[in-house]
């Protein structure tokens, strides 16, 4: 099994919302990322936990903040978004360092509208 | 610092029929890895084949097939009886062993026509 899923698939938020982004999975992995993807763009890494801590944040705003309460879930909390935050926010995970080739398994995605 | 560049943003290819998509990538690591990713229209992406660095030996899944040049720094993808299903942007990727980062390539969109 080899799925990592993603709520919600859609969400549209004005720039004073608070939202959350979830991600999950049961693959064992212990490293769990979120990307950002522009329309015809490659994913652009925000942040990477591996074995629960933070491990790479890749100078993203700070009204982008990421929490990973278990090995099995991670959140993106967006606060005071910005209309160009809009895009495909993808979560991955993989197996973290086991030895061996680490191959990232994507979920499917959240398309975020910031009106 | 690594990059992965894929020079070709589009590719046509009739079905049932070949198409290789190309992939460069710069590095001074000897122990990484490479991927092809599949990205459908608004579908999830999903790994279409892999490739150790040490292994000289070309990875092969199925109609997929890779052409690993170590000493190039090439790795292309080669899409063999191609099908309507295979359109989607094509992602190549970088990884350094033991390190949880891709560098991406700019993608390749490969239309397949009936």
């Known amino acids: 099994d080899t799925e990592v899923t993603q709520t919600p698939k859609h969400l549209v938020m004005g720039m004073t919302n608070k939202k959350s982004l979830k991600c999950e999975q049961h693959m064992g992995h212990r490293a769990m990322y979120w990307y950002k993807q522009k329309a015809k763009k490659p994913p652009e890494l925000m942040f990477v936990y591996s074995y629960e801590k933070l491990s790479i944040n890749e100078s993203v705003p700070s009204r982008f903040s990421p929490e990973c309460p278990n090995s099995s879930l991670l959140n993106l909390h967006l606060h005071a978004l910005q209309p160009e935050d809009s895009a495909l926010y993808l979560c991955?995970?993989?197996?973290?360092?086991?030895?061996?080739?680490?191959?990232?398994?994507f979920g499917p995605g959240t398309r975020l509208t910031v009106l | 610092a690594q990059t992965v560049t894929q020079s070709q943003p589009e590719m046509s290819v009739q079905e049932a029929e070949t198409v290789t998509l190309s992939c460069t990538y710069d590095?001074?690591?000897?122990?990484?890895?490479l991927f092809w990713y599949k990205q459908p229209p608004s579908r999830q992406m999903i790994l279409v084949i892999r490739?150790?660095?040490?292994?000289?030996q070309n990875a092969t899944e199925n109609r997929f097939s890779v052409n690993f040049q170590k000493a190039a720094k090439s790795f292309s993808l080669k899409i063999s009886d191609s099908q309507l299903g295979d359109t989607a942007m094509y992602f190549c990727?970088?990884?350094?062993?033991?390190?949880?980062?891709?560098?991406f390539g700019s993608g390749t969109k490969l239309n397949v026509k009936p």
């Open positions: 490739q150790e660095a040490y292994k000289q």
């Open positions: 590095t001074s690591e000897n122990n990484y890895y």
């Open positions: 991955a995970s993989s197996q973290a360092g086991t030895g061996g080739i680490d191959t990232q398994y």
């Open positions: 990727a970088f990884s350094r062993y033991n390190f949880n980062k891709f560098y």
